[in-house]
């Protein structure tokens, strides 16, 4: 996949962004990383080189799986592997719990822009090119999550990859307190009160598909 770097070559200041260009910074933030990339596994996991070739899952995202052949997870790897070649260097950044049950370390994965002067934040490039959603279970703390939000409402816009053949106006509902939405008939929330939405206004909302029923 290519043309996201392409776009990347106008220095803005550091967190501005512009329709199709949120990933970009000009400036690397304080207290980052520096690491090496070993292998790209999909759209949301890499390893590192360093800490006994540790694996990395991009905070926020959540990339087509390889594993279940599902549509775009070749194209959202491939992406992935674009920016971050193996061998080449980029830079972490924590954001609370820096590991996930799986022992994989949470970060924002940080890459040169090779087009030209400044960074790429792999979280929400991947985002903005639609080969990911947002992803953010129960208490999981995102604090980039309103630029997060607004990358893949972009891709959402111009019907990007995997959001190209979803139906954003189907209803589905959500709890009020819950960080997932669900079919109307999902067991998860039958005796739940629920707000009606559309699927497109759900992942506005930042909400993840139960994993369950599987809305979308």
């Keep these: ?6 776009k990347d070559t106008t220095a803005k200041k550091k967190g501005e962004g512009r329709e199709g260009t949120y990933s970009f910074l000009d400036a690397l933030p304080s ?12 759209g949301d996991t890499l390893t590192i080189q360093e800490h006994n070739k540790t694996r990395v899952r ?3 995202v959540d990339a087509p799986e390889l594993k279940e052949k599902e549509p775009y997870a070749v194209e959202s790897a491939n992406f992935v592997k674009q920016l971050c070649p193996k061998g ?8 609370g719990e820096r590991t996930d049950r799986y022992d994989r370390c949470l970060a924002y994965v940080y890459v040169q822009n090779r087009a030209g002067a400044g960074y790429l934040c792999v979280n929400v490039a991947v985002l903005e090119e639609g080969l990911a959603n947002y992803y953010a279970p129960g208490n999981t703390n995102v604090s980039k999550r309103d630029i997060m939000l607004k990358a893949s409402k972009v891709a959402r816009s111009k019907k ?7 139906d954003l106006n189907k209803k589905v ?4 307190n819950g960080s997932a939405f669900h079919s109307a008939n999902c067991e998860d929330v039958r005796n739940a009160k629920t707000t009606t939405v559309s699927v ?4 506005d909302l930042g909400l993840n598909p139960c ?5 979308v």
């Design 160 to 166: 990007a990859n995997i959001w190209k053949s979803m």
């Design 58 to 60: 991009l905070i926020g």
């Design 31 to 42: 207290g980052v990383e520096k690491v090496t990339v070993d292998h790209v596994y999909d």
């Design 88 to 95: 080449s260097p980029m830079w972490l950044e924590y954001d």
């Design 200 to 203: 497109g206004e759900a992942f």
């Design 211 to 215: 994993r369950n029923c599987k809305p």
């Design 173 to 176: 509902v959500h709890t009020r």
């Design 1 to 6: 996949m290519g043309g996201l770097c392409s």
